[in-house]
């Protein structure tokens, strides 16, 4: 290719010259091609240390002139043939043009601006994302995609210098880091290394520092594990690592494939080797951590951040943080932890303006909001740019929302699309209306009873309480621009009032934000979901009745109604969740003290962002889960957690990071745990219902309170200090169930006694029965024992052990798939559990490889994840052929793509273009394990519709007239003597069948006048619905063009075969042998036509047998006409070329042809079978339409093939295919280390 003009000093150091002219010369590296000897070792190690670009490009161009001693390239390649072309190229194009010159330099200045033209010139064409792309990247990603080969699609995001451990060895060398691939090559002193892993595949990932494997990285697969070392930079490189296997977890997970944000600012500076998917997923890292220490919506993509000071009002002074601006938020957060913290809407914002600068304020910028409160910040650095970002964002930032157009921003990918309503406007037939009691209130408050007298102290505590809140409004205000401090923590923790319990789980969790920017959306969504009748809306109508059935709120038609609504509202919203077993009881939880509308985007907050991957319908471990559970004793707790504990990828991960908290603060109780296998056991239920399902709701809804403020830490600090508060206790269980009953008795006795509600009774009051019931716990000196004992956990140090565990987890749900499919398929095929594993990752391989380089169907219609594992994974037409290639045993040259399109179209019985893993077994297992009247059904299927199209019948017709006879004024005598046979068969049959009727007839009588039972209408409804098995008769007839169509597939699939010779004369025989009992065919009647096929076959296999026996005196008819069926091609025209000429033979059906010379080809174009006349004959049958008469049956096929033994031979012959499997594997190997010549022959030569 064509680069911009470089100077070189040294034009002969490690290159060679092989041709010059007074102006160019053309360079090859030294040591590429052959003869390198032993500089050509050392140069080709040297470019690989050094990454040196002649490693891919071994060629270059240099432009000279004169005596100058300064060369400039113009040019390089990867191929004597690229290279060439622009030689000839400068040649032809400037030669003659640079002789005018006089001036040395004025050429040299000629030469750089033509070659700079050229390549602005190809520039124009070229991808936006490549020109940001520097050159040197762009270098970097052509030499990955030639030493790896990766198409262009997989884009290259970094790449580094490093040593990979090749055994005690380190191979010094490059790792590059693609979208979807874990990349290394190494070449030192001969030995050449290549390593492809990827992303998909990856188990685990590491950073650690061993005394043998210094500060390396660890990445682990299935099988194997890969250590590098030597970084430049490793903390750069593993957290790059990290980012791409969260991408390639989430891939398998959901399905969402990688796609480059291509609104994506660009950079202020030119950014040296740093490409655009790097600085994508460097602003998508630092967009996570903001989301998630704000609790933002999804969208909110953050804009810039800087250092700054805040004015706190309430201690009257600065506070040292940091200011973050993003779309719709500027947000503040101390440098110390929970000092101060906050969040500014820019809907609520009212004035942003500088104020004065001073020694004491430098650099202030005064921000107010429509609540009249007033924020300071000072010390910013570039405070004109930021008030110019601010400025530019509120113009884009409406005043309030207005009417329902802001539906149009969806709150996340997967919301449905909703009509615009005008303010005030509802739809007819609504299911939901502001004027609900549900809309206005929570279902505590619709239901307040009476509070009894002696409850007395206790209320006067919630007032107390809610003084204490009303005072913190007043000094840090209220809504969500309050201040949030330590104090505010506090108070959380001391218990939220039941008033302001929704308010300020609203706030807290983000979820106001995202109902304040949505107005009328919960509504909309409403009527569009309800009346719709799905999976997720069976399963909510059975749990709704489950849902704290001991609360009198949800025991009417109004709490129920309001818990359907919102559940069915946000599986309508966000379908990839759509709905799973526990969320009833959260959400339950949150109707009791927030509206409908409230509680619905509390759910979407806790569902989409706090709890990510918990409620996902992935379901996976359940059965291991119930095994536990239901080895324990207390079966009335097993009961209620069972139907909540299925459990899902979040839950599971979550489940991870807990057993690895436990053993490193609990380290003996951890190893008492993991051998009873409690820890999997209690955590799912733990997690999924936030205590709610195993704790009293009083005691559990102060946790919920926390969990709102502080995130997931809460739940896993509480779920250590209940294990440490029982530790004695559980060290000395001798069995799960004694452990989960201790467990259980002390959740149960866990009580709020601050609490103002009466009393709700619990399920797990039945395990405190009893003489001596366990001691209390007072619900606030649990939590208080969490804070002091593990209070310590930090929200980035849970992401990052998140991280370790999803790719467990997710790989044990892939491996879980794998495992059930293969049992679901395991009875109705004959492949075994090894081999069917090994299928189904090829399988799986091929479907992620679509998602990875596109495909002619998107992603979503590809992979359902609620689909059941069996449907989860399918392959369109053009990977099946791929697979079918690769594994199938009938191997048929370049009919192969034919024969495989019209197999996946056999497959395909939904008609939707795509197979699932079922379906494709299914086809392999006939061709691999059937008999050989299963493989000839499958081959005659392959040539009917649907699996034959119409298309290529008609293509049929061409050939036609070589498989059919001349049409003669009278029948042949092989023809009459069938006659003869088949009236004779078919009188008879029709006296017999009109005897069986008449017999029937009268027992048919007989019947009617005995009573049918209900045994009788079992038994026939039973029978009714049992799978049928196709038989032999249910297969329609096979008509003239098919069967030219199956001709041609057999002697392609001859064509490899050591027994081609006998193959090819074997099917000669039954072609022609077939084609005549088509012929009789077309003389029976309808009545008994069917009949005397069938014994018309039977009759040809003794007259063959006596023609043998007997040698050629006692020649029988049909011995006559097979003898006659031979191979011709039709005589020259009066005009023949030279070339028909040539190939007028007359071969006989003995000695068909030669090897692998008769391709579907030669059909149809050149041969003619039996008894096919010359001359105008020949040419009256090219013009001729196909006989629509001529039919056979897969019976007379069967029978047919049955008389030859070379076909019998091949169709019962046995295949393996562990062998093609390897070869399918080798192709997309994850690991090779070649020790070659290839590019650098170090041949030692002596002359």
């Given at each position: 290719m064509w680069i911009t003009p470089e100077e070189v000093l040294l034009a002969n150091a490690l290159w060679v010259s092989e041709r010059a002219n007074p102006y160019f010369i053309l360079q090859r590296r030294k040591g590429h091609g052959r003869g390198g000897g032993i500089t050509g070792l050392l140069v080709g190690t040297l470019d690989v240390v050094l990454d040196s670009s002649a490693r891919v490009a071994p060629y270059r161009i240099l432009h000279q002139t004169g005596e100058s001693q300064i060369f400039w390239n113009i040019a390089c390649g990867s191929s004597r043939k690229e290279i060439t072309e622009h030689w000839e190229w400068l040649e032809t194009n400037l030669l003659q043009t640079l002789s005018i010159f006089d001036n040395d330099d004025d050429i040299t200045t000629f030469v750089k601006g033509k070659i700079q033209g050229i390549i602005a010139e190809e520039n124009k064409s070229g991808k936006a994302q490549e020109d940001e792309d520097p050159g040197k990247f762009r270098e970097a990603e052509l030499k990955m995609r030639k030493l790896f080969g990766m198409p262009e699609e997989e884009k290259l995001v970094n790449y580094y210098p490093c040593s990979y451990w090749k055994g005690r060895v380190p191979r010094q060398g490059w790792i590059y880091l693609s979208v979807n691939h874990l990349c290394f090559y190494s070449f030192l002193l001969g030995k050449e290394v290549s390593l492809v892993v990827q992303w998909t595949d990856v188990t685990q990932l590491d950073k650690n520092a061993t005394l043998v494997f210094p500060e390396s990285i660890r990445v682990s697969t299935r099988g194997t594990e890969h250590f590098f070392s030597m970084f430049l930079n490793i903390n750069e490189t593993f957290k790059l690592m990290e980012q791409l296997a969260n991408i390639a977890m989430r891939q398998l997970l959901d399905n969402e494939s990688f796609s480059a944000d291509r609104f994506l600012p660009k950079p202020c500076k030119t950014l040296k080797n740093v490409s655009a998917l790097k600085r994508d997923l460097d602003a998508r890292a630092k967009n996570e951590r903001y989301r998630a220490l704000f609790r933002l919506t999804p969208d909110e993509r953050l804009d810039g951040h800087t250092d700054c000071t805040l004015w706190t009002p309430f201690t009257k002074m600065h506070v040292v943080g940091q200011m973050f601006v993003s779309n719709n938020y500027i947000c503040f957060t101390s440098r110390e932890e929970d000092l101060c913290q906050l969040i500014i809407p820019l809907r609520e914002v009212t004035i942003v303006e500088k104020a004065d600068s001073s020694s004491v304020l430098p650099s202030p910028l005064s921000i107010s909001t429509k609540n009249k409160m007033t924020f300071l910040f000072a010390n910013l650095k570039d405070r004109d740019f930021l008030v110019q970002r601010i400025s530019d964002f509120l113009q884009r930032t409406p005043d309030r929302p207005c009417g329902l157009n802001s539906q149009s921003e969806n709150p996340s990918p997967s919301t449905p699309p909703s009509p615009v309503l005008g303010l005030g406007e509802m739809p007819q037939n609504q299911h939901y209306s502001p004027s609900l009691p549900t809309a206005k209130k929570g279902l505590l408050q619709i239901y307040q009873q009476d509070i009894p007298e002696e409850l007395g102290p206790k209320v006067t505590r919630e007032k107390m309480k809610e003084e204490s809140w009303n005072i913190h409004f007043f000094e840090y205000g209220r809504g969500v621009c309050m201040y949030r401090t330590s104090k505010t923590r506090e108070l959380v923790l001391n218990g939220i009032p039941e008033s302001l319990r929704g308010e300020l789980w609203l706030l807290f969790s983000g979820a106001q934000n995202e109902m304040n920017t949505h107005p009328g959306y919960y509504g909309s969504l409403i009527e569009q979901a309800m009346g719709k009748c799905t999976l997720a809306t069976e399963e909510i109508e059975r749990d709704l009745h489950r849902s704290m059935p001991e609360h009198h709120a949800?025991?009417?038609?109004?709490?129920?109604?309001?818990?359907?609504?919102?559940?069915?509202?946000?599986?309508?919203?966000?379908?990839?969740?759509?709905?799973?077993?526990?969320?009833?009881?959260?959400?339950?939880?949150?109707?009791?003290?927030?509206?409908?509308?409230?509680?619905?985007?509390?759910?979407?907050?806790?569902?989409?962002?706090?709890?990510?991957?918990?409620?996902?319908?992935?379901?996976?471990?359940?059965?291991?889960?119930?095994?536990?559970?239901?080895?324990?004793?207390?079966?009335?707790?097993?009961?209620?957690?069972?139907?909540?504990?299925?459990?899902?990828?979040?839950?599971?991960?979550?489940?991870?990071?807990?057993?690895?908290?436990?053993?490193?603060?609990?380290?003996?109780?951890?190893?008492?745990?993991?051998?009873?296998?409690?820890?999997?056991?209690?955590?799912?239920?733990?997690?999924?219902?936030?205590?709610?399902?195993?704790?009293?709701?009083?005691?559990?809804?102060?946790?919920?309170?926390?969990?709102?403020?502080?995130?997931?830490?809460?739940?896993?600090?509480?779920?250590?200090?209940?294990?440490?508060?029982?530790?004695?206790?559980?060290?000395?269980?001798?069995?799960?169930?004694?452990?989960?009953?201790?467990?259980?008795?002390?959740?149960?006795?866990?009580?709020?006694?601050?609490?103002?509600?009466?009393?709700?009774?619990?399920?797990?009051?039945?395990?405190?029965?009893?003489?001596?019931?366990?001691?209390?716990?007072?619900?606030?000196?649990?939590?208080?024992?969490?804070?002091?004992?593990?209070?310590?956990?930090?929200?980035?140090?849970?992401?990052?052990?998140?991280?370790?565990?999803?790719?467990?987890?997710?790989?044990?749900?892939?491996?879980?798939?794998?495992?059930?499919?293969?049992?679901?398929?395991?009875?109705?095929?004959?492949?075994?559990?090894?081999?069917?594993?090994?299928?189904?990752?090829?399988?799986?391989?091929?479907?992620?490889?679509?998602?990875?380089?596109?495909?002619?169907?998107?992603?979503?219609?590809?992979?359902?994840?609620?689909?059941?594992?069996?449907?989860?994974?399918?392959?369109?037409?053009?990977?099946?052929?791929?697979?079918?290639?690769?594994?199938?045993?009938?191997?048929?040259?370049?009919?192969?793509?034919?024969?495989?399109?019209?197999?996946?179209?056999?497959?395909?019985?939904?008609?939707?273009?795509?197979?699932?893993?079922?379906?494709?077994?299914?086809?392999?297992?006939?061709?691999?394990?059937?008999?050989?009247?299963?493989?000839?059904?499958?081959?005659?299927?392959?040539?009917?519709?649907?699996?034959?199209?119409?298309?290529?019948?008609?293509?049929?017709?061409?050939?036609?007239?070589?498989?059919?006879?001349?049409?003669?004024?009278?029948?042949?005598?092989?023809?009459?003597?069938?006659?003869?046979?088949?009236?004779?068969?078919?009188?008879?049959?029709?006296?017999?069948?009109?005897?069986?009727?008449?017999?029937?007839?009268?027992?048919?009588?007989?019947?009617?006048?005995?009573?049918?039972?209900?045994?009788?209408?079992?038994?026939?409804?039973?029978?009714?619905?049992?799978?049928?098995?196709?038989?032999?008769?249910?297969?329609?007839?096979?008509?003239?063009?098919?069967?030219?169509?199956?001709?041609?597939?057999?002697?392609?699939?001859?064509?490899?075969?050591?027994?081609?010779?006998?193959?090819?004369?074997?099917?000669?025989?039954?072609?022609?042998?077939?084609?005549?009992?088509?012929?009789?065919?077309?003389?029976?009647?309808?009545?008994?036509?069917?009949?005397?096929?069938?014994?018309?076959?039977?009759?040809?296999?003794?007259?063959?047998?006596?023609?043998?026996?007997?040698?050629?005196?006692?020649?029988?008819?049909?011995?006559?006409?097979?003898?006659?069926?031979?191979?011709?091609?039709?005589?020259?025209?009066?005009?023949?070329?030279?070339?028909?000429?040539?190939?007028?033979?007359?071969?006989?059906?003995?000695?068909?042809?030669?090897?692998?010379?008769?391709?579907?080809?030669?059909?149809?174009?050149?041969?003619?079978?039996?008894?096919?006349?010359?001359?105008?004959?020949?040419?009256?049958?090219?013009?001729?339409?196909?006989?629509?008469?001529?039919?056979?049956?897969?019976?007379?096929?069967?029978?047919?093939?049955?008389?030859?033994?070379?076909?019998?031979?091949?169709?019962?012959?046995?295949?393996?295919?562990?062998?093609?499997?390897?070869?399918?594997?080798?192709?997309?190997?994850?690991?090779?280390?070649?020790?070659?010549?290839?590019?650098?022959?170090?041949?030692?030569?002596?002359?």
């Amino acid at each position: 290719m064509w680069i911009t003009p470089e100077e070189v000093l040294l034009a002969n150091a490690l290159w060679v010259s092989e041709r010059a002219n007074p102006y160019f010369i053309l360079q090859r590296r030294k040591g590429h091609g052959r003869g390198g000897g032993i500089t050509g070792l050392l140069v080709g190690t040297l470019d690989v240390v050094l990454d040196s670009s002649a490693r891919v490009a071994p060629y270059r161009i240099l432009h000279q002139t004169g005596e100058s001693q300064i060369f400039w390239n113009i040019a390089c390649g990867s191929s004597r043939k690229e290279i060439t072309e622009h030689w000839e190229w400068l040649e032809t194009n400037l030669l003659q043009t640079l002789s005018i010159f006089d001036n040395d330099d004025d050429i040299t200045t000629f030469v750089k601006g033509k070659i700079q033209g050229i390549i602005a010139e190809e520039n124009k064409s070229g991808k936006a994302q490549e020109d940001e792309d520097p050159g040197k990247f762009r270098e970097a990603e052509l030499k990955m995609r030639k030493l790896f080969g990766m198409p262009e699609e997989e884009k290259l995001v970094n790449y580094y210098p490093c040593s990979y451990w090749k055994g005690r060895v380190p191979r010094q060398g490059w790792i590059y880091l693609s979208v979807n691939h874990l990349c290394f090559y190494s070449f030192l002193l001969g030995k050449e290394v290549s390593l492809v892993v990827q992303w998909t595949d990856v188990t685990q990932l590491d950073k650690n520092a061993t005394l043998v494997f210094p500060e390396s990285i660890r990445v682990s697969t299935r099988g194997t594990e890969h250590f590098f070392s030597m970084f430049l930079n490793i903390n750069e490189t593993f957290k790059l690592m990290e980012q791409l296997a969260n991408i390639a977890m989430r891939q398998l997970l959901d399905n969402e494939s990688f796609s480059a944000d291509r609104f994506l600012p660009k950079p202020c500076k030119t950014l040296k080797n740093v490409s655009a998917l790097k600085r994508d997923l460097d602003a998508r890292a630092k967009n996570e951590r903001y989301r998630a220490l704000f609790r933002l919506t999804p969208d909110e993509r953050l804009d810039g951040h800087t250092d700054c000071t805040l004015w706190t009002p309430f201690t009257k002074m600065h506070v040292v943080g940091q200011m973050f601006v993003s779309n719709n938020y500027i947000c503040f957060t101390s440098r110390e932890e929970d000092l101060c913290q906050l969040i500014i809407p820019l809907r609520e914002v009212t004035i942003v303006e500088k104020a004065d600068s001073s020694s004491v304020l430098p650099s202030p910028l005064s921000i107010s909001t429509k609540n009249k409160m007033t924020f300071l910040f000072a010390n910013l650095k570039d405070r004109d740019f930021l008030v110019q970002r601010i400025s530019d964002f509120l113009q884009r930032t409406p005043d309030r929302p207005c009417g329902l157009n802001s539906q149009s921003e969806n709150p996340s990918p997967s919301t449905p699309p909703s009509p615009v309503l005008g303010l005030g406007e509802m739809p007819q037939n609504q299911h939901y209306s502001p004027s609900l009691p549900t809309a206005k209130k929570g279902l505590l408050q619709i239901y307040q009873q009476d509070i009894p007298e002696e409850l007395g102290p206790k209320v006067t505590r919630e007032k107390m309480k809610e003084e204490s809140w009303n005072i913190h409004f007043f000094e840090y205000g209220r809504g969500v621009c309050m201040y949030r401090t330590s104090k505010t923590r506090e108070l959380v923790l001391n218990g939220i009032p039941e008033s302001l319990r929704g308010e300020l789980w609203l706030l807290f969790s983000g979820a106001q934000n995202e109902m304040n920017t949505h107005p009328g959306y919960y509504g909309s969504l409403i009527e569009q979901a309800m009346g719709k009748c799905t999976l997720a809306t069976e399963e909510i109508e059975r749990d709704l009745h489950r849902s704290m059935p001991e609360h009198h709120a949800f025991q009417n038609e109004m709490g129920i109604a309001a818990l359907r609504r919102v559940l069915t509202a946000y599986a309508y919203r966000n379908p990839g969740i759509g709905y799973c077993q526990a969320m009833n009881i959260v959400t339950s939880v949150l109707l009791l003290y927030c509206t409908e509308e409230q509680a619905f985007w509390l759910l979407v907050a806790l569902c989409e962002r706090m709890l990510p991957d918990y409620y996902n319908t992935r379901v996976v471990g359940q059965s291991h889960t119930l095994k536990h559970m239901m080895t324990a004793v207390v079966f009335c707790v097993c009961v209620y957690v069972c139907q909540q504990c299925f459990s899902v990828s979040g839950a599971l991960v979550d489940q991870g990071v807990f057993e690895e908290l436990t053993r490193e603060c609990l380290p003996l109780l951890y190893e008492r745990m993991q051998e009873l296998g409690v820890i999997s056991t209690i955590s799912l239920s733990w997690f999924l219902t936030l205590f709610l399902s195993v704790m009293p709701f009083d005691s559990a809804v102060l946790l919920v309170d926390c969990f709102f403020y502080e995130g997931i830490k809460v739940i896993f600090q509480v779920s250590l200090a209940v294990l440490h508060a029982n530790m004695d206790q559980l060290l000395s269980c001798s069995d799960e169930g004694e452990a989960m009953t201790i467990l259980g008795r002390y959740l149960d006795n866990v009580v709020n006694k601050q609490t103002v509600s009466p009393p709700i009774p619990h399920l797990h009051a039945l395990l405190t029965s009893g003489n001596n019931p366990p001691p209390e716990i007072d619900a606030f000196e649990l939590i208080k024992a969490s804070y002091e004992k593990f209070g310590s956990l930090r929200a980035d140090v849970i992401e990052q052990m998140r991280f370790k565990q999803r790719l467990k987890v997710i790989q044990s749900l892939e491996d879980t798939a794998k495992r059930s499919v293969v049992r679901a398929i395991m009875t109705d095929s004959a492949f075994t559990i090894e081999e069917l594993e090994e299928l189904y990752v090829l399988f799986k391989a091929k479907h992620i490889m679509s998602c990875y380089w596109g495909s002619s169907s998107t992603a979503a219609e590809r992979h359902d994840p609620s689909l059941p594992y069996l449907e989860q994974y399918r392959i369109d037409c053009g990977q099946f052929v791929q697979l079918f290639s690769a594994l199938a045993p009938w191997s048929c040259g370049l009919h192969t793509h034919t024969l495989s399109s019209r197999l996946f179209r056999l497959l395909d019985q939904n008609k939707d273009s795509l197979i699932n893993f079922k379906e494709f077994v299914t086809g392999l297992s006939g061709m691999y394990h059937g008999d050989m009247t299963e493989k000839l059904k499958l081959l005659y299927k392959l040539h009917l519709p649907p699996a034959l199209c119409p298309e290529e019948a008609e293509s049929a017709l061409e050939a036609t007239h070589f498989f059919t006879d001349d049409d003669t004024p009278q029948d042949p005598p092989f023809l009459s003597h069938l006659d003869f046979l088949a009236q004779e068969v078919t009188s008879g049959e029709e006296l017999k069948e009109a005897g069986d009727a008449s017999t029937a007839g009268d027992t048919d009588d007989r019947k009617e006048e005995k009573p049918k039972d209900y045994k009788y209408y079992l038994r026939m409804w039973a029978k009714e619905h049992e799978p049928k098995k196709e038989s032999i008769k249910d297969l329609p007839r096979m008509n003239q063009e098919q069967f030219i169509e199956m001709c041609k597939t057999l002697y392609n699939m001859f064509s490899e075969d050591p027994m081609e010779q006998e193959l090819y004369h074997g099917i000669a025989t039954v072609a022609s042998l077939l084609l005549r009992i088509g012929e009789v065919g077309k003389k029976f009647s309808n009545n008994g036509g069917k009949k005397a096929e069938a014994s018309t076959v039977d009759a040809l296999q003794p007259e063959r047998e006596d023609s043998s026996g007997e040698g050629g005196s006692g020649q029988s008819l049909v011995s006559k006409a097979l003898a006659e069926a031979q191979l011709e091609t039709p005589p020259p025209t009066a005009s023949g070329s030279d070339e028909e000429a040539k190939d007028d033979t007359s071969v006989s059906s003995y000695s068909v042809v030669s090897a692998g010379s008769l391709q579907c080809e030669d059909i149809a174009d050149d041969t003619v079978l039996i008894g096919c006349v010359g001359g105008d004959g020949a040419d009256r049958r090219r013009g001729s339409a196909p006989d629509a008469d001529w039919s056979i049956t897969f019976e007379q096929v069967l029978a047919s093939f049955l008389t030859e033994t070379s076909l019998v031979d091949y169709f019962e012959k046995k295949h393996d295919i562990q062998s093609k499997i390897k070869a399918c594997k080798s192709l997309r190997a994850v690991e090779r280390q070649i020790s070659t010549s290839s590019d650098l022959d170090f041949s030692l030569t002596t002359q």
